[in-house]
């Protein structure tokens, strides 16, 4: 019996068009913005045209506004929209909103989907997940930012978040705080919406990063706040998927995020690796073409190489999503590897460059100190590394052998 890897028809037709989105619409508007307001104006007329085109919220559910797209041909599409840095803005399918518009369709209440959930999904707010601590980092467990109920009316929040991205730019936060810190570890904690500006929500600063940074960074969403809570009031009715639930809700949406960075690291290491092709193309050095000599030849076959792995990757953990499968030990492999391959794929098209990709002349040294960043957001390696050990050693205690746990048992 054949293993059917065609993709249906259907996902072919739209990722082709949302190829034809990016390569017509949003790499050209890249040149066309300059400051705040030809941002605000650029971005307004690509969505304009995005939703006249059908290309609005690839993931969410017809009966929203969405595309309806199930997640392999949502997966096809996040693997094109990465190559612009307005892809994703364009179809409104960006993080954080992305994942909090999932969280709101699931576990939201009807007040909080008229409120809150409505203009998200019609792009008129931005929203930041504020979760991460100094003091917890990657054990999200281990916060100490606390929700007393004070009360019927109202919770009082205070504590401290760090790294909240586009907390500079967001109509709403979403904070998860402790509640009870007698209940189970992982029901200790719930979710609740705020909405900024706040007195009680207090940008403290966004927090310098090795990244390039421009004027725009921040008001696109790129920045990551450092936030003070102290006596922030919410009101009992933006509690979010009920108390002692916001790690679940957490882990959900952190899951899905892990894979749209994922799916957008394979969109721009491709976009990278066309470049470093043309490249070769058209320089000569010492009297021959780049695109002659055989160790270039050899780095450009690395890097179709990761690329053909990665999209292997996600298309099967797509394909495990669309039956309902257990995909927890493969997103964190994927989410170690499709963090390196980016980086290995970047970092040989700037080689390939020469000083030209060292130079700011070319997207590929703003990537380069953008994507390092990956190893550490939605977890560091090492946790997802430590998960995936472990996961390994139940199964060969389980059953003598480690398939399980290493694509032996891969469907």
């Given amino acids: 019996m054949a293993i059917d890897f065609e993709i249906p028809p259907e996902a072919k037709a739209v990722r082709e068009k949302v190829r034809q989105w990016v390569n017509d619409e949003c790499i050209p508007a890249e040149k066309l913005i300059h400051d705040k307001d030809s941002y605000k104006s650029v971005l307004a007329d690509l969505r304009k045209k995005a939703r006249e085109q059908d290309l609005w919220m690839p993931f969410v559910p017809r009966e929203h506004g ?22 994703a803005l364009s179809m409104n399918s960006q993080g954080p909103d992305d994942a909090t518009i999932l969280t709101l369709l699931a576990h939201g209440t009807e007040y909080q989907k008229e409120k809150y959930l409505k203009p998200l999904l019609n792009g008129e707010m931005r929203v930041c997940y504020s979760m991460t601590e100094k003091a917890a980092g990657a054990d999200a467990t281990g916060m100490r930012t606390t929700a007393v109920k004070d009360g019927n009316e109202n919770y009082i929040l205070n504590g401290e978040k760090w790294f909240s991205s586009a907390a500079s730019a967001a109509d709403l936060a979403v904070v998860m705080a402790r509640t009870d810190p007698d209940a189970p570890r992982h029901q200790q904690f719930s979710t609740f919406i705020v909405e900024l500006p706040n007195p009680g929500y207090r940008i403290v600063r966004d927090i310098p990063t090795m990244a390039a940074e421009g004027p725009l960074s921040h008001i696109m969403g790129g920045g990551h706040s450092e936030i003070e809570i102290k006596d922030l009031v919410v009101p009992a009715e ?11 809700m957490g882990q959900h949406r952190l899951a899905y995020g892990r894979l749209r960075h994922g799916m957008h690291n394979v969109a721009m290491a491709q976009r990278a690796l066309d470049m470093a092709t043309e490249h070769v193309l058209k320089r000569e050095t010492f009297g021959r073409k780049l695109k002659d000599r055989q160790g270039v030849q050899w780095m450009l076959a690395d890097c179709a190489s990761e690329l053909y792995m990665a999209r292997l990757m996600l298309i099967h953990i797509a394909y495990k999503a669309e039956k309902g499968m257990d995909m927890r030990q493969e997103n964190s492999i994927a989410k170690v590897f499709l963090a390196h391959m980016v ?10 460059h020469g000083a030209l990709g060292y130079s700011l002349d070319t997207p590929l040294a703003r990537w380069y100190t953008h994507i390092r960043s990956q190893r550490l957001v939605d977890g560091p390696d090492e946790v997802h590394r430590w998960t995936v050990g472990r996961n390994v050693i139940k199964a060969f205690e389980r059953d003598g052998t480690t398939a399980a746990a290493a694509g032996g048992d891969i469907l």
């Avoid at 933006?238 to 679940?248: A, I, V």
């Avoid at 980086?343 to 390939?352: E, G, M, P, R």
């Fill in 238 to 248: 933006n509690l979010l998927g009920g108390e002692g639930q916001g790690f679940n």
């Fill in 66 to 87: 969405g595309m309806g797209l199930g997640p392999l041909a949502n997966a096809l599409v996040q693997m094109e929209l990465g190559r612009s840095h307005l892809g």
């Fill in 343 to 352: 980086h290995k794929v970047v970092d040989t098209a700037i080689q390939l």
